[in-house]
Structures are given as structure tokens and as C-alpha cells.
């Protein structure tokens, strides 16, 4: 406990005042009393609605036809894509369910219903069509889907104008996220309702509100809510969320003060909420003798991917996914000739994972 306390000290940066002190003990007291409650709760068998979560999510992965990441972080199989006509097969015509615009407009479709149109947008940049000039700054230009349908229909010819309507949506798709949506589709077709997740387009949404409800636990407070935030450091069930952060300002932060942000942050406004940028995988299966899960989300390189994780020995989730890619000296490609090498990780797996959403 003294290590871990130490840590989330410095991780937070509190200074050794009385009033920070009392700040920092907390906030130990408060995840303390979170992790005992996660505890309890995973060495239960997982139950009937975190089974049913992750069947949806394997059967939306094996009807998108997506991506296949090893626990090295290796993606050793590319799928179909959420702008890709079908699997190029020759002459065969694939059905709608085999488009991948279609797949991902479909989870818009059930987070949104009739004002979907509304809530994806096509980007584009100023005069970047016309231009002959790369070096030109670009200007960024929005327009949300439904203007550009309604423009389409002005087309007198209707195979031309079916065409363009589908590469406006196919357009809007590419250039709006969606794996939050991925994920409100898998539980709201698992016959999860509104008063018990927040479905969004945003994964912080959720995100916030688990945080909340382990707030609520504590205090003996009612709350409908399925899902509650833990620290990583849990063992993972069917139908649990764990889920990264992709903030800039937080690239060197811990998972604790992550955490601990968000926490402060519960009770000023929605607006005021800083971890924005998010992303979480359904957990969808664990394969305990190989001390491995498998984590399914969507707008994973613009398809649906399937992640191979690894867990400690006791099966509990390890926030350090570096693996193994064999090293940059397999990597023998000349540096280009005027820019400097590449960098970056290896591992697709090797991500900020701050927080596991577990089914209550």
C-alpha cells in the first residue's frame, strides 16, 4: 500500500501541504474501497447480460468481417473495411450486410434512428479538389450528411443519383468516429434500456457515468446504472469494457491521476469534462489457461477489430500491452531523403488503458 500510495502522489503532483495530504488519502481511502467492491464482484462467474454483450459483439465481429490483432499487437489479418465494396469477389454481388458503410450506418441507424443524417458529417478542404498546389495550407470545411442528400436530389438521373447518395454517406461514415456507437449498438441489441447506459457517440459519456455510479456505490446511493469504474488492475469478465485514453495533455499521466481527473471532474458540467478522447473494447471472451482475452470494438483502422490481450497469472488485466514485434532491426527500409525516421509503438495493443467499466 505505501508504493501505491507513493505513486499516486507523484503521479498527481500534490505538494506536501495538509490540505493535499488529506486530498491524496481520499482518494487512496475512495479506489481502495472501489477495488474491494471490483473484487468481489469478479470472482463472480460473469452473468447472463455481460454473456449476452459479448456474443453481440463476436457475432457483429464475424458479420463485419474485421481485423485480427495477436497479443503481440500484430494485425495478422486485415478485414473488410467500413469503405470497402464487399470482398471483391469476381462477378459475385455481395449483399448489403457485406458493405461495411452499411454495417457502421446500421449502428448509427440504432443510435440515432431519423436524425442520424444529422449527427455524421463529411469533411472536406478548401479548394482542395481544384488545386495542383501540396503545399497550400488546408482549410477545413464541415458539412453535416443531410444537406448533402438533399442536394443529390436534384440528380434527374436515379442510378446517378443513387450512387452519389451513397458515396455522401459512404463520405460521412469515413470521416465520422464510431467506435462509441459500435458499442452503444452491441448492448442496446443486447436489450440493455436508456435508464441503464448512456448511449452515445462518445465513449467518455459512459466513461464519466461509470465513474459516477462507483461514486453513488460508495455512499449507498441508488443508481440503474450496469456498468461501474475500476482500475485496470481487475480481472476481467464477458461483457466488461476496458477502455484507453488518447489525450495529448495526458501522455505522461498515470492511470491514477487519469482516474483522478475524472473523478474531480464528476461534479462540475458535462462541458467542463477534459478526458475526451477515449476508446473502449468489449471484452468478449478470456481464455484462462493461456492467461489471454479478447477485446472487440469498432473504428479500429476503419473496421471492426478483434484484440488478443494478455492477463496476469491470476487473470487480472495488465495495463502494459507492449509486446513483441520482433524489433526495429528486422525493420530495414532506407530513411527517406528528406524527413526524419520512424518512430513510434509497435504494439497495436500498447495504449494509455486507464480504466475497466465492469457489469455490475
Known amino acids: 500500500m505505501r508504493a501505491s500510495v507513493c505513486v499516486l502522489v507523484a503521479a498527481i503532483g500534490l505538494a506536501a501541504h495538509p490540505a493535499f495530504a488529506q486530498a491524496d488519502r481520499t482518494a487512496v481511502t475512495f479506489w481502495q474501497a472501489v477495488q474491494a467492491r471490483c473484487d468481489a464482484t469478479a470472482a463472480k462467474p460473469a452473468s447472463e447480460l455481460g454473456r449476452r454483450i459479448a456474443q453481440m459483439a463476436i457475432d457483429e465481429f464475424t458479420r463485419f468481417g474485421g481485423h485480427r490483432i495477436d497479443s503481440n499487437g500484430r494485425l495478422f489479418h486485415f478485414g473488410l473495411t467500413e469503405a470497402k465494396h464487399g470482398d471483391g469477389g469476381g462477378d459475385r454481388q455481395p449483399s448489403l450486410g457485406q458493405l461495411g458503410w452499411w454495417q457502421v450506418l446500421k449502428y448509427w441507424r440504432t443510435l440515432y434512428g431519423n436524425d442520424t443524417l444529422d449527427m455524421i458529417e463529411a469533411r472536406g478542404y478548401s479548394d482542395a479538389a481544384s488545386s495542383a498546389d501540396g503545399a497550400r495550407i488546408a482549410t477545413l470545411l464541415r458539412v453535416d450528411a443531410a444537406p448533402l442528400l438533399r442536394a443529390v436530389e436534384n440528380v434527374a438521373d436515379p442510378e446517378a443519383r443513387e450512387v452519389l447518395r451513397e458515396a455522401a454517406l459512404r463520405a460521412a461514415i469515413i470521416d465520422t468516429p464510431w467506435s462509441a456507437a459500435?458499442?452503444?449498438?452491441?448492448?442496446?441489441?443486447?436489450?440493455?434500456?436508456?435508464?441503464?447506459?448512456?448511449?452515445?457517440?462518445?465513449?467518455?459519456?459512459?466513461?464519466?457515468?461509470?465513474?459516477?455510479?462507483?461514486?453513488?456505490e460508495l455512499s449507498n446511493a441508488a443508481d440503474e446504472r450496469i456498468y461501474r469504474a475500476c482500475p485496470p488492475n481487475t480481472r476481467p469478465r464477458v461483457g466488461d469494457l476496458i477502455c484507453h485514453q488518447r489525450e495529448p495533455a495526458l501522455a505522461d499521466a498515470s492511470e491514477q491521476a487519469v482516474r483522478e481527473r475524472i473523478r474531480a471532474e464528476l461534479a462540475g458540467s458535462p462541458e467542463a469534462r477534459s478526458v475526451r478522447r477515449t476508446h473502449c473494447d468489449v471484452v468478449a471472451s478470456i481464455d484462462a489457461r493461456a492467461h489471454k482475452m479478447y477485446g472487440i470494438s469498432g473504428n479500429v483502422y476503419q473496421s471492426v477489430a478483434a484484440r488478443k490481450l494478455n492477463l496476469r497469472r491470476n487473470l487480472k488485466f495488465a495495463a502494459a500491452q507492449k509486446g513483441n514485434c520482433g524489433g526495429s532491426g528486422q525493420w530495414t527500409l532506407p530513411e527517406p531523403s528528406a524527413a526524419p525516421g520512424l518512430t513510434g509503438q509497435c504494439s497495436l495493443n500498447d495504449r494509455k488503458w486507464f480504466v475497466l467499466l465492469q457489469l455490475r
Open 182 to 216: 459500435f458499442v452503444s449498438y452491441v448492448i442496446r441489441q443486447s436489450s440493455v434500456a436508456a435508464n441503464a447506459f448512456h448511449f452515445s457517440n462518445a465513449h467518455r459519456d459512459y466513461i464519466y457515468e461509470a465513474f459516477a455510479t462507483s461514486a453513488a
